[in-house]
């Protein structure tokens, strides 16, 4: 059990005084069951996960943050804050009655400074308004393969891009964060100031307060060499050997991912997708164009169907993944794999025609993954080579068991690769050990989650 899981007992009378508390507090930036507005802010970006907390406050500022966690400490209430909802999997199994879950969504802004590299980003800020922001600059960031997921919520979880291999986990660029903790203030952490609580929340996130600013380093990256290659699933056996054979000597400026997926027929699909099965590999790879052409060569000799590996934009590289644009109902379950040997590849093609699975995926760990730097917080690294994440739909609730079964069945036919290692940011669902995503941080992680919360205030999706 978590801590997350414990009950709370509030009485009805402080409930009512709770809900006067919050009114106080933010006006109409809070929203109670009832409301108009209320069911649209409760739904996270992941559908499939029903939300019911006692209320959603919507803050524009820092101070509006600074209210809602005051009112709610006074209250007896809990803090659940949330920017997207992409994570909702995982929050799935914390009752939210007596939480008010923070929505972030008011909270967007970025500026650069050119001169120094640097972005800040306000709290509830996505992918997307950093790369617009920073492409002026020919900079770009660290991000995911989602424009549409916030900063905060993959950074301070660790975050893996199409950059990895290079330079290593995104929450290594976090240089400064402005968080309201559990007293209620609003406090910057970095490595001078409040260095126990930088070192916490860079991989600790929403357990230790909500952010509402980041400050991050950024790439001096204008354009980059990437895309994709697809063919029929009938060609995945050869196309997942030859790529895992690929990968072996890859070098580390190029970042790739292998995937099977299966569309179900859908009108909204353009045609060559619709109710078809193919195998993708996409990335991006830091090189020359000569140079990266020359890379690609043995992937391009199987001929692929659709090659769209080229130089693009920074900025389009969130394209390149073909992750779905609008809210969508999904589950997900991932490990993290030590090698990717012949019978691995063989496990993973059979997986990928698993009944249930949307999305078969590896993704090519290692380089600066693997590695710690210096003053890393208590996530900095990963352990392992590659990561297997297989992903369901959820169209409608009752599907939630099926899904349940295919995506862990789709990890499961790789057990005998798997690593003592989780990646944060792909846990989304309940029910992962949390611990093996932290290794030896995991004790110190706690110790100070019960010097910083000591009242449990904070409801993360990955709690501590
Ligand atoms: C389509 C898709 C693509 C993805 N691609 C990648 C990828 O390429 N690489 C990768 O590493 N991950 C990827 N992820 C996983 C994603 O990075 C994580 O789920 C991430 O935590 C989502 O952050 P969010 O804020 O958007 O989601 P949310 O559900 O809003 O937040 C998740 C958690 O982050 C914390 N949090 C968020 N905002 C704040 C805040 N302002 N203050 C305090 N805590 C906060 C909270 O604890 C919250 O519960 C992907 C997920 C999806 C659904």
Do not use: C
Not at 27 to 47: H, K, M, Q, Y
Not at 127 to 139: C, F, G, R, S, T
Not at 212 to 224: C, F, G, H, Q, S
Not at 279 to 291: L, P
């Amino acid at each position: 059990m978590s801590l997350n899981d414990l009950a709370i007992d509030v009485p009805r009378a402080a409930i009512r005084a709770a809900a006067g508390e919050l009114r106080t507090a933010l006006g109409a930036r809070v929203l109670f069951p009832g409301d108009a507005g209320f069911d649209a802010a409760r739904t996270p970006w992941n559908v499939a996960v029903a939300q019911h907390p006692f209320a959603v406050a919507l803050p524009e500022s820092a101070d509006d943050v600074v209210d809602v966690v005051r009112a709610a400490t006074l209250s007896g209430l809990r803090v659940a804050p949330q920017s997207t909802g992409h994570a909702a999997g995982a929050l799935a199994d914390t009752d939210l009655s007596h939480t008010v879950l923070v929505s972030l969504k008011g909270v967007r802004g970025v500026a650069i400074d050119p001169e120094a590299r640097t972005a800040r980003v306000l709290g509830g800020s996505l992918w997307n308004d950093v790369l617009e922001a920073a492409a002026p600059h020919e900079l770009t960031a660290l991000h995911g393969s989602a424009g549409d997921v916030s900063v905060v919520g993959y950074m301070l979880s660790g975050g893996l891009s199409f950059y990895a291999r290079a330079h290593g986990l995104a929450v290594n660029a976090v240089r400064a964060i402005e968080v309201v903790t559990a007293d209620g203030t609003l406090v910057r952490a970095n490595e001078d100031e409040h260095p126990d609580l930088f070192w916490a929340l860079r991989g600790g996130s929403g357990s230790f307060g909500v952010v509402v600013a980041i400050e991050i380093d950024l790439l001096p990256v204008a354009d980059v060499f990437a895309g994709m290659l697809l063919w029929d699933a009938a060609r995945a056996a050869e196309v997942s050997h030859t790529w895992a054979q690929w990968t072996r000597s890859a070098p580390e400026t190029a970042t790739t991912a292998l995937r099977i997926m299966n569309f179900p027929p859908l009108p909204q699909l353009p045609p060559f997708l619709s109710g078809r099965s193919v195998v993708v590999i996409d990335g991006a790879i830091d090189e020359t164009d000569a140079a990266a052409s020359a890379l690609l060569a043995p992937l391009r000799a199987l001929r692929p169907e659709i090659d769209t590996f080229a130089r693009i934009p920074a900025p389009a590289l969130v394209g390149v993944h073909m992750d779905p644009p609008e809210p969508t109902p999904s589950l997900t379950w991932h490990a993290i794999l030590d090698s990717f040997p012949a019978e691995a590849v063989d496990a993973f093609v059979g997986a990928g025609g698993t009944p249930g699975i949307f999305v078969q995926e590896m993704r090519h760990l290692g380089g600066a993954v693997n590695r710690r730097p210096a003053g890393g917080g208590a996530i900095a690294s990963l352990d392992g080579h590659y990561l297997v994440h297989s992903i369901a739909m959820v169209p409608e609730p009752d599907a939630g068991p099926a899904a349940t079964a295919a995506v862990r069945a789709g990890v499961a036919a790789l057990a005998p690769w798997h690593a003592d290692a989780l990646a944060l940011t792909f846990i989304d669902a309940p029910g992962a050990d949390r611990a093996l995503a932290f290794g030896p941080a995991w004790a110190r992680l706690r110790q100070l989650k019960l010097a910083y919360d000591p009242a449990n205030l904070f409801a993360a999706a990955r709690p501590i």
